[in-house]
C-alpha cells in the first residue's frame, strides 16, 4: 500500500471513529448534551481535529442521519427478490417499523430532528437524497403493485405518500410515547397490531 493509500484509509478511519463517538454519545446523552468537545473527549482527539472533518455538530448528526438510511436500505435490499409486489409491500412495513423501533434514536435523528436538514440548507443543498432514494424504493413497489392489478383508481404518487405516513405515523407515536397516553389498555404490540389492521385494508384495494 502506497503513502496516499495509506493516509486516506487513516482518514477515512478517524472520520469513522469520530462519527462513532458521537452516536454513542447521542444515545447516551441526547443531542443537545452532545457537543464537538465531548465527542473529541471520548475518542482521546483534540477539538481541532473534529472539526478537520466536520464543520459543526449539524454535519456530524447529517452524516450519523445517512449512517441511519443506509442501514434501513439494507434492511430492504433483502426483500428485493420477493416477486410478488403486494407480499414486498407488506414485508416493507415489517421491516420499516422493526427498524424504527429497535433503533428509536436513530429514528428520531433520521425523521424528526432538524439537524440533519438545517445542515443541508447551510450547505445550500435542495435535495435530500438519503430520504427521497428510500421513498423512491417504496414508489416503485407501490407501481409494480398497481401494475398488478391492485389499487385500481388510485394515483402513484398520494398513495405512496399516504403509505409511508401511516408507518412513519404509527412508528413516531410509539417512538414518542404517545400511544401509550391515550390507549389505557397499550402493550408493546400496538403497532404491529395497528399495521395488521392497515393491511387487512389494503387487501380489499
Request: proline share 2%; net charge negative.
Amino acid at each position: 500500500m502506497g503513502i496516499a493509500e495509506r493516509k486516506a484509509r487513516e482518514k477515512e478511519e478517524l472520520r469513522a471513529l469520530i462519527l462513532q463517538g458521537a452516536r454513542t454519545l447521542f444515545v447516551q446523552k441526547g443531542i443537545e448534551q452532545t457537543t464537538i468537545r465531548n465527542i473529541a473527549d471520548s475518542i482521546d482527539y483534540s477539538v481541532g481535529t473534529v472539526y478537520v472533518y466536520f464543520k459543526d455538530k449539524n454535519a456530524i448528526l447529517h452524516a450519523l442521519h445517512s449512517q441511519g438510511f443506509g442501514e434501513l436500505n439494507e434492511k430492504f435490499a433483502v426483500l428485493i427478490n420477493v416477486s410478488d409486489p403486494m407480499e414486498r409491500l407488506r414485508a416493507m412495513g415489517r421491516v420499516y417499523i422493526q427498524f424504527a423501533l429497535e433503533n428509536r434514536d436513530m429514528y428520531d435523528l433520521m425523521f424528526t430532528i432538524k439537524a440533519p436538514m438545517m445542515f443541508l440548507a447551510d450547505t445550500d443543498q435542495e435535495e435530500w437524497k438519503e430520504g427521497e432514494a428510500t421513498f423512491n424504493g417504496l414508489r416503485q413497489t407501490v407501481r409494480e403493485c398497481m401494475n398488478a392489478g391492485h389499487f385500481a383508481g388510485h394515483r402513484l404518487e398520494p398513495l405512496t405518500l399516504m403509505i409511508w405516513s401511516l408507518v412513519h405515523g404509527l412508528c413516531s407515536l410509539e417512538i414518542s410515547q404517545r400511544i401509550k397516553g391515550v390507549d389505557p389498555a397499550y402493550s408493546t404490540s400496538a403497532v404491529v397490531d395497528a399495521y395488521q389492521e392497515f393491511l387487512r385494508i389494503m387487501e380489499k384495494l
